[in-house]
């Protein structure tokens, strides 16, 4: 079964403190994206990576970091730097390019 | 910033109605693609219309693209409650580094 995975569905965090948010993919896809969508809001782009071990800032990178160690995983942490990282977390895949991106389900990150 | 702005914001139709929905963008593309999101969900691709192209259609949906007005319209056919979503348009353009940037989305509810 093809296709783009994210977890947890839900996570939250406490005030000074990281948390990781997990995306895999088994699309074969080189590019990997991370956004994030405030409520009634489009997507922002926080980081996005063309290819293992090399990846960008978005338009939103500040208080975000990210990896690219492998094909099939890019993993996002929320840093304690992140003063307001309430919203739903999307991470998406493509062949490259500009080219059709298929979306994980999304996590959705609360702030206690 | 956002490269695609939808409009209108939001639209009410009744089941069997026709949707239609805009998007404007700034530079110029090699691309247009037009997403669905239920809600609390991912984005799913529904059409990519390249730039040399004018009308493309899939099922119940038609595309438009006017590069000369760098506008691009999405129309969906005797509409369903199911069809309730939000809907975005996403824009490349030459000088984003492989990137789509995301408008701000239609929020297109049909009752039955």
């Known amino acids: 079964d093809g296709g783009i995975t994210q977890s947890p569905k839900y996570l939250f965090r406490k005030e000074g403190q990281n948390v990781t948010l997990s995306c895999e993919q088994n699309?074969?896809?080189?590019?990997m994206y991370w956004y994030r969508q405030d409520p009634g809001q489009g997507l922002r782009l926080i980081y996005y990576s063309q290819i293992v071990n090399d990846f960008q800032k978005g338009d939103i990178a500040e208080g975000y970091s990210v990896s690219r160690e492998k094909k099939e995983s890019f993993p996002l942490t929320v840093t304690s730097a992140q003063k307001n990282p309430t919203a739903f977390y999307l991470c998406?895949?493509?062949?490259?390019?500009?080219?059709?991106?298929?979306f994980g389900p999304g996590t959705r990150l609360l702030v206690l | 910033s956002q490269q695609g702005e939808e409009d209108p914001q939001a639209l009410s139709i009744q089941e069997g109605e026709n949707a239609t929905m805009n998007c404007s963008y700034k530079t110029s593309i090699n691309n247009l693609q037009w997403y669905r999101q239920n809600s609390g969900r991912g984005l799913v691709h529904l059409i990519l219309?390249?730039?040399?192209?004018r009308e493309k259609h899939s099922g119940r949906l038609r595309v438009t693209l006017d590069t000369s007005k760098k506008s691009s319209s999405l129309l969906i056919t005797a509409s369903r409650a199911a069809d309730t979503a939000s809907y975005f348009c996403?824009?490349?353009?030459?000088?984003?580094?492989?990137?789509?940037?995301f408008g701000g989305g239609t929020r297109l509810m049909v009752k039955p």
């Open positions: 699309l074969n896809h080189d590019a």
């Open positions: 998406a895949s493509s062949s490259g390019g500009w080219e059709t991106q298929y």
């Open positions: 996403a824009t490349d353009h030459n000088n984003a580094g492989n990137m789509l940037t």
């Open positions: 219309i390249r730039s040399n192209e």
